[in-house]
């Protein structure tokens, strides 16, 4: 069983920075390593479609960023404890939304699924900009 748990999430003003966490736990042997997954960050503002957000391949090799945060967020991810990280920088209002993280296994070294058929996700944080 792969459980995902997101923290870090706020309430901030716009131009202010946040980092998001997600662990990625396992429980057995079955579920894989860490670097079996592909690891994405979505959001979904109230009224809206959830959206691919980034994404790092199972070996961090490869990124990959939505237009509408390329330049402002970086995802990077920790190995040693099995952690992703979302940088937030220079925050606007219309980043408000509840961001979640999401594990894939993939077979695939390099690939970052951009869609919204990860195998695995988190509860979810609320990320809040005031202008």
């Known amino acids: 069983q792969v459980q995902l748990v997101e923290s870090g999430g706020g309430l901030v003003q716009a131009r202010a920075s946040l980092r998001l966490s997600c662990a990625n736990s396992?429980?057995?042997?079955?579920?894989?390593?860490?670097?079996?997954?592909?690891m994405g960050w979505f959001r979904q503002a109230s009224g809206k479609e959830r959206e691919f957000i980034a994404g790092i391949s199972r070996y961090g090799g490869t990124t990959m960023y939505a237009d509408s945060v390329k330049g402002r967020f970086t995802i990077s991810r920790d190995y040693n404890n099995a952690m992703v990280y979302l940088q937030m920088n220079n925050l606007k209002p219309e980043d408000t939304a509840v961001y979640y993280c999401a594990a894939e296994r993939t077979q695939s070294t390099e690939a970052v699924p951009t869609t919204n058929s990860y195998d695995f996700w988190g509860q979810g944080t609320q990320v809040t900009v005031s202008s």
């Open positions: 396992r429980r057995t042997v079955s579920d894989g390593a860490f670097s079996d997954f592909a």
